[in-house]
């Protein structure tokens, strides 16, 4: 019992949470700052519990509760000042927010197909009513509608092939049933991926993701991005570490071409966007094509490459929504690339962080997204996905043009002309997530083992 | 023993063919050719000759008032959610209370947790007022 307990602690501790939360508004006059204490305190306790290191935990388990947890604190914090100011402050929101991390944290630590399902639409109900809680902002309500619907449609995908793969295997456990190996798993398995490829945004099923980042609140926005893509991600390192080598030799070629076309779709989309928001989306976009190039090399250190890379993208993408969120004024988001000129003088923390999160996000040193893109295309390479490595990086370089032409209005022209030109102030909480973000992608930069050494003690040295 | 009667079918299959992909192959194309003969005819052999009251959305031959899209009260969308809910728990505790002598204690403790947490959605949709039957307003 107590065993079950410390090992269900992060899950319990987020379910509560949510409760106590929901409660606590059920009380007469309780004061709306507490919802986001309650919230932070529910969302920190996973990280401590992954920090002191449970005896029985899986490995991916423990990471994610951790990884989660920071992103869950971190988008807490961001989201605190900026939904009171908005007016879309409440106690569902912040309800909303940690039963969604308890569905990312079953998704990711799945062993089995239901909870796999189970995990990613907890995960996804959450998120749908999350992104359309500004209720007075019309676009909002479209994003979460254009979420909901394919989202739905995916969902059903999903379902279909992990009944297919039971059908094939009769077998529920994830391993268990693609080891089985056989036509109907096969094609099972590629429903199950284009399931999770559509919340992953992989390319051809990648359409919803900038009208959803734009539309929905920056913070919000930056739980979507990391949160949900990381523990999608987690499920698709496990389906592709479990699948049968038959599995493999059909499905592979069209993971590759998946994979090169998120990257160029991602990359290149950017390219000729207005819209800050829109940018960081394909941005986003792009990345995931490189977690599933890792993914295909899953079994040659791809794994361990994509988890670095899946947290160092946590880091950037909160940083880069973060500051979005934090440089808006009171009525929408700051979105348009010219209304960023100059501010980098005005603002230079929060310009600064801005800025360091793109430089991370086009993978330039010394930020952690260099470590990461280093590491997937290394593993990609060993792996001998040579001509999809050579084509990742020509599109990572094109990704660069786009990260410097937002940090280029940030910094290169004098004249002022953002508007407006001062923002509601950052507070303590939202500041404090921003600079931590900022500092932690620089950290990974500059010291990833302290992060790699980690990864390969949990999960065996790899 | 007699001999068991070996299984028929009543009805002889109703495809000539082994059953396969051939024929719902076929099924698709006829499908495909005869939308695309009747959207291409559609468009080719029509006269177009608006007059006003053909451009009028039709109604069942009533004439339209107002604007098509104004903001519906859902205050009985709201009841049937939470119908939905509460319909659904209903279900899982009679299908617990079947298997009650197997499951025991520690299956009452379950079903305990079950129902204490949908009966604090209960009074949580009860305070914020998702049961009051207001138009106007809502939860």
Redesign the interface.
């Known amino acids: 019992m107590t065993a079950q307990l410390v090992l269900y602690f992060p899950h319990l501790s987020l379910a509560l949470g949510g ?1 106590v939360i ?2 606590a ?2 009380l007469r006059r309780t004061p709306a700052t507490l919802f986001p204490i309650l919230a932070g305190v529910f969302a920190a306790l996973p990280g401590l519990w992954s920090l002191a290191g449970p005896t029985g935990a899986s490995g991916i388990g423990c990471y994610y509760a951790g990884l989660l947890s920071v992103i869950t604190l971190a988008t807490v914090a961001l989201t605190a000042r900026y939904a009171a100011r908005r007016g879309f402050a409440g106690d569902a929101l912040y309800g909303l927010v940690l039963w969604s991390a308890l569905g990312m944290l079953l998704l990711a630590a799945s062993d089995d197909w239901l909870m796999l399902i189970v995990g990613l639409e907890l995960a996804s109900l959450c998120l749908y009513a999350v992104v359309a809680s500004r209720l007075s902002d019309p676009l909002g309500t479209e994003a979460a509608l254009k979420y909901f619907l394919p989202g739905a449609m995916s969902l059903a995908v999903l379902v279909f092939g992990a009944a297919l793969v039971y059908a094939g295997s009769g077998s529920l456990i994830i391993a268990d049933s693609l080891a089985a190996g056989g036509p109907i798993v096969s094609a099972g398995l590629a429903l199950a991926l284009i399931g999770i490829g559509f919340k992953l945004s992989l390319a051809p099923v990648h359409l919803w993701t900038p009208d959803v980042y734009q539309g929905a609140p920056a913070p919000i926005a930056a739980f979507l991005s990391t949160g949900s893509k990381a523990a999608t991600a987690a499920a698709l390192l496990h389906l592709c570490a479990e699948a049968s080598p038959e599995a493999r030799e059909l499905l592979w070629p069209a993971l590759a071409g998946v994979a090169g076309l998120t990257m160029a779709a991602g990359n290149i989309g950017a390219l000729c966007q207005k819209s800050v928001k829109r940018i960081l989306a394909y941005s986003s976009i792009a990345q995931m094509g490189y977690i599933a190039m890792a993914a295909m090399a899953v079994n040659d250190g791809g794994g361990e490459a994509a988890l670095f890379y899946l947290a160092a993208f946590a880091l950037m993408d909160l940083g880069a929504f973060g500051a979005v969120g934090l440089l808006s004024g009171e009525i929408g988001d700051r979105d348009d690339v010219t209304a960023y000129q100059g501010l980098g003088y005005v603002h230079p923390w929060r310009a600064g962080a801005l800025a360091i999160s793109l430089l991370s996000l086009a993978g330039l040193p010394p930020t952690a997204g260099f470590i990461g893109k280093f590491l997937v295309f290394g593993a990609a390479l060993r792996a001998g996905y040579v001509g999809l490595a050579a084509f990742g990086i020509v599109t990572a370089v094109i990704g660069i043009f786009y990260a410097l032409r937002v940090v280029a209005a940030l910094y290169m022209q004098s004249g002022v002309e953002a508007h407006p030109a001062i923002p509601a102030p950052a507070g303590p909480a939202g500041g404090l997530a921003l600079g931590v973000m900022a500092a932690g992608v620089l950290a990974l930069g500059l010291f990833p083992q302290s992060l790699l050494g980690a990864i390969a003690a949990l999960f065996g040295g790899g | 023993m007699p001999p068991t009667a070996e299984f028929t079918p009543l009805l002889a299959p109703f495809s000539p063919w082994e059953p396969g992909a051939l024929p719902l192959v076929v099924f698709g194309a006829i499908v495909l050719v005869v939308m695309a003969v009747i959207l291409f005819l559609s468009g080719f052999l029509v006269r177009r000759r608006p007059t006003p009251s053909k451009q009028q959305p039709y109604e069942c031959g009533i004439r339209p008032t107002g604007p098509a899209r104004f903001r519906y009260p859902v205050p009985f969308f709201l009841m049937a959610v939470f119908f939905l809910l509460f319909d659904v728990e209903t279900a899982y505790i009679i299908s617990y209370a079947v298997a009650w002598p197997e499951l025991g204690l520690p299956g009452y403790l379950r079903l305990a947790v079950f129902v204490i947490v949908l009966g604090l959605g209960l009074v949580y949709a009860w305070r914020k007022g998702g049961l009051d039957w207001d138009e106007e307003e809502g939860l």
Do not use: D, E, P, V
Request: aromatic share 0%.
């Open positions: 409760l929901l409660l508004a059920c």
